[in-house]
């Protein structure tokens, strides 16, 4: 029975090194789907439908922006080689767990240019724009070192001095949480960009999965409010007005949560650990623990395949991430390596 097939072969299409090139894609996606069928054929691969353990695979943002040293904001982790190491294993799960693995959904964080977590939102006073990787305060606003580029208020048919208010209050609801102040970061994952797109080797496997196993596979975009940053696929940082407005069109996907929450196992993994993994399992259990706390333990939240923000000669994220797994594990879920048969998991019942 395919329940009891350890792990399956990786297919002939992969090669690890293609987890090191920004420039790997599957051109000819029908080869892919012949030898997917041939897959499905050589394994027995059974539709997802058929599935008795229905087992959900969450990938966060794993796109060639974030993905190779070439990419606007590379997560290199403390190796220099996070974040490709990282999707390596991320590839290798997913084929060698094909028949266990019921559906993908990968994330795709997806800006514009004008947000307020870019450089171009601030101006200072001479009309200069701060750098990247610039904190800005509430108190910063409040003196008036920057305001928000009348362009972006333009753009949004806003008034300049309603505009401003709001970058303060932004900032004060950001730092009233404890968690960041605003972080000014370098452009990435513009949309129509080449950054954008799925690391090569991670779009193949969605799709390599879907033809072996019917499932669609969708991905899903956040990230794309002028007003609010994303970091996490559930909800935004900030979702109200300094006038008690919600932020038009800030809300939570309740739609993906309910999908999550349906399902038996849900495996969680992607970049960076830091910030858009974070905060996206802190969502998820936030959610669980309104419904039933137990159900923490469904989720299995894959180390190995996830990597931090550490920027070279600035801030190194790593700490903050470790912290955040601590939390999850001690909230009841699962921290665990790709590299462990899916049966070895604490927990997992795939009978």
């Known amino acids: 029975m395919i329940s009891q097939l350890k792990q399956l072969q990786l297919p002939k299409h992969y090669q690890s090194d293609q987890a090191r090139d920004s420039a790997y894609f599957l051109s000819n996606i029908n080869s ?81 240019p004008f947000q307020i977590f870019f450089t171009c939102a601030h101006v200072r006073s001479d009309g200069t724009h701060p750098a990247p990787h610039t904190i800005i305060t509430a108190d910063d606003y409040k003196k008036g070192i920057y305001q928000p580029n009348p362009q972006m208020a333009k753009q949004l048919q806003a008034d300049p001095i309603w505009l401003q208010r709001q970058f303060t209050h932004y900032c004060e609801q950001l730092e009233a949480t404890g968690k960041y102040q605003l972080y000014l970061w370098p452009y990435h994952c513009l949309l129509g960009s080449l950054g954008h797109n799925l690391s090569g080797v991670i779009d193949v496997a969605r799709l390599f999965h879907s033809f072996t196993r019917g499932a669609d596979n969708i991905p899903t975009i956040k990230g794309g409010n002028p007003l609010t940053e994303h970091y996490s696929i559930f909800a935004p940082e900030v979702s109200s007005c300094w006038d008690g407005r919600p932020i038009p069109g800030a809300q939570k996907n309740t739609k993906l949560i309910k999908t ?53 000669g600035g801030p190194d994220f790593t700490d903050d991430a470790e912290r955040a797994l601590e939390t999850f594990q001690n909230a009841g879920m699962h921290v665990v390596s790709s590299s462990e048969p899916i049966e070895s998991w604490p927990n997992i019942n795939l009978s």
Not at 262 to 279: F, N, P, Q, R
């Open 32 to 112: 892919l789907q012949q030898e997917a069928e041939a897959w499905k054929k050589q394994y027995s691969l059974k539709p997802i439908g058929s599935d008795r353990t229905k087992v959900h695979l969450l990938i966060i943002d794993d796109q060639i922006d974030f993905s190779f040293p070439s990419g606007s904001l590379y997560v290199a982790g403390r190796s220099g080689t996070g974040a490709m190491d990282a999707q390596d294993r991320m590839v290798q799960f997913i084929y060698h767990n094909l028949h266990l693995i019921s559906y993908i959904t990968c994330t795709l964080d997806t800006h514009i």
């Open 260 to 312: 999550l929450l349906d399902y038996d196992v849900v495996i969680m993994a992607g970049l960076a650990s830091s910030h858009c993994v974070k905060e996206s399992i802190a969502d998820f259990l936030g959610e669980i623990q309104l419904k039933d706390p137990a159900l923490a333990k469904k989720v299995y939240i894959l180390r190995d395949c996830t990597a931090p923000v550490v920027i070279p």
